[in-house]
C-alpha cells in the first residue's frame, strides 16, 4: 500500500537554524511527491512538489530531493524564518487522483 | 487566483443535529476531495468525487455523505452530529489523473459539536 511517513514534531529553532524534516514513504510504483505547508489558521498550501527520481523540488528557500533508493523526501531549508512557522505535510499521490499525508510537523521558530 | 471557498469557518452545533459543509472551487477541476484534520492523525480522507454526482468512499466515511450537483460545488453532510466529528474540516480540489497533480486546498471549516 501507499503510506508516509515524517518526524514527529513538535520542532522549535532559533532564527537562521538550520531546518532538516525527515519524510519517507511506501508507494507502489512511481509515486509523485509533495510538501505542503500550513499557516495558523489557514488551510494547506503547495509548498514543492518532485515527480521522479533524483528531483529537487523548491520554494522559499526550501528544497527537497526524491530519493528512490532510500524512499524519502526530506524537507530542508539552511535559515529559518520567524514566518516559516507553520505545519508542514508530506505527502505522495499516485496517478493524480489519490492523495496520502503525513502526520504532520510543526515548526516554530524563534527569534 | 485560483480558490476553493469554503464558506463556514466556523460552526457551533448540537449533537443530533444535520451539519452541511459546503466548498466551491473556481478553477473547472474535475476532482473534490473532503478531509478530516486532527492532531496526531494528520489529514484523513473522507470522500472524494471524480465528476458530478460521482462519490467514492475514503478512509473515514462513516456518519457523513456528500453531494456533488454541480461541478464547483462539493457539500459534505453530517446526518446526525456527534461530538466525534469536533473537527476541521478541509476541502481541496485538484484536475484529473496526472501524476503531477497538485491540491489546491480552501481555508477550512472548523466545526465544534456540542
Known amino acids: 500500500g501507499n503510506s508516509v511517513t515524517q518526524m514527529e514534531g513538535p520542532v522549535t529553532l532559533s532564527e537562521e537554524a538550520f531546518l532538516t524534516i525527515n519524510c519517507t514513504y511506501t508507494?507502489?510504483?512511481?509515486?509523485?511527491l509533495f510538501w505542503y505547508v500550513q499557516y495558523p489558521g489557514e488551510g494547506l498550501q503547495l509548498l514543492l512538489k518532485a515527480t521522479k527520481a533524483d528531483d529537487k523540488g523548491s520554494n522559499k528557500g526550501f528544497e527537497a530531493t526524491y530519493r528512490k533508493e532510500t524512499t524519502s523526501f526530506h524537507l530542508e531549508k539552511g535559515s529559518v524564518q520567524v514566518s516559516d512557522s507553520a505545519v508542514y505535510f508530506c505527502a505522495l499521490s499516485q496517478a493524480g487522483n489519490q492523495f496520502y499525508f503525513g502526520t504532520g510537523t510543526s515548526l516554530t521558530v524563534i527569534p | 487566483d485560483v480558490k476553493v471557498t469554503q464558506s463556514s469557518r466556523y460552526l457551533v452545533k448540537r449533537t443530533g443535529e444535520k451539519v452541511f459543509l459546503e466548498c466551491v472551487q473556481d478553477?473547472?477541476?474535475?476532482?473534490m476531495f473532503w478531509y478530516r484534520q486532527d492532531p496526531g492523525l494528520g489529514l484523513r480522507l473522507i470522500y472524494f468525487s471524480y465528476d458530478v454526482k460521482m462519490k467514492e468512499k475514503g478512509d473515514i466515511p462513516e456518519g457523513y455523505s456528500v453531494s456533488r450537483e454541480k461541478k464547483e460545488r462539493f457539500s459534505l453532510i453530517l446526518e446526525s452530529a456527534s461530538t466525534n466529528q469536533t473537527s476541521m474540516y478541509l476541502c481541496a480540489s485538484s484536475l484529473p489523473g496526472q501524476r503531477a497533480n497538485v491540491l489546491t486546498f480552501g481555508a477550512g471549516s472548523r466545526l465544534t459539536v456540542l
Open positions: 478553477m473547472d477541476h474535475e476532482n
Open positions: 508507494a507502489t510504483g512511481y509515486p509523485s
